[in-house]
């Protein structure tokens, strides 16, 4: 059994909407979901020029080996209707793996840890909420120490609960 944690993110349509279908598709096809962050909203990443982004972390136990449980992540956002046009655009629903245990590994679907994480507050704010002492496996470094270090100055601020 693995721990995967899992981010999720919509910037187009009902942002909530997308969200809660990729997690319901995830328990359904990838394992048990056993804890979920807040969402959160921040601008975009990359290209800034596109609508703000609804993220949230999930904590999945799965027995999925990681590039399985890839592959079946790209068919959820491919069910949902993700289109893959441009590298950063608008998406309907995005889903990284940021970890999974402690693995370190790079296959040609999937690098873990995930290699921006360190770099992007809007993964490790909602990180931070469930998991604040997770080690990064190589920073060596905790959740909470990843947040306090990271450069990165785009505004995450958490959506007060709305069901829309």
Same mark, same amino acid.
């Given at each position: 059994m693995?721990? #995967? &944690?899992?981010?999720?993110?919509?910037?187009?349509g009902?942002?909530?909407? &997308?969200l809660?279908?990729?997690?319901?598709?995830i328990?359904?096809?990838c394992g048990?979901?056993?804890n979920?962050?807040?969402? &959160?909203?921040?601008?975009?990443?990359?290209?800034?020029?596109?609508?703000?982004f609804?993220?949230?972390?999930?904590?999945?136990?799965?027995?999925?080996a $990681?590039?399985?449980?890839?592959?079946s992540?790209?068919?959820?956002?491919?069910q949902i209707?993700?289109?893959r046009?441009?590298?950063y655009?608008p +998406?309907? !629903?995005?889903i990284?793996?940021l970890?999974i245990?402690?693995?370190i590994?790079t296959?040609?679907?999937?690098s873990l840890p995930?290699?921006?994480?360190p770099? +992007?507050?809007?993964?490790?704010? $909602?990180? #931070?909420?469930?998991a $604040?002492?997770?080690?990064?496996p190589?920073?060596?470094?905790n !959740?909470?120490e990843l947040?306090?270090?990271c450069?990165?100055?785009?505004e995450?601020?958490k959506v007060?609960?709305e069901?829309?």
């Amino acid at each position: 059994m693995h721990t #995967a &944690y899992l981010l999720l993110g919509s910037n187009l349509g009902n942002r909530l909407s &997308y969200l809660e279908q990729a997690k319901q598709l995830i328990a359904e096809a990838c394992g048990n979901i056993i804890n979920e962050s807040g969402i &959160y909203e921040t601008a975009a990443w990359g290209i800034t020029e596109q609508p703000s982004f609804y993220n949230q972390v999930i904590v999945l136990q799965t027995n999925l080996a $990681p590039d399985l449980l890839m592959q079946s992540l790209l068919n959820i956002e491919e069910q949902i209707g993700r289109k893959r046009a441009i590298k950063y655009g608008p +998406r309907i !629903i995005d889903i990284d793996i940021l970890l999974i245990n402690s693995l370190i590994q790079t296959t040609d679907l999937l690098s873990l840890p995930h290699p921006f994480l360190p770099e +992007r507050r809007f993964a490790l704010l $909602p990180l #931070a909420e469930v998991a $604040p002492l997770l080690l990064h496996p190589l920073a060596n470094k905790n !959740i909470l120490e990843l947040l306090k270090d990271c450069s990165d100055t785009l505004e995450v601020r958490k959506v007060e609960s709305e069901k829309s």
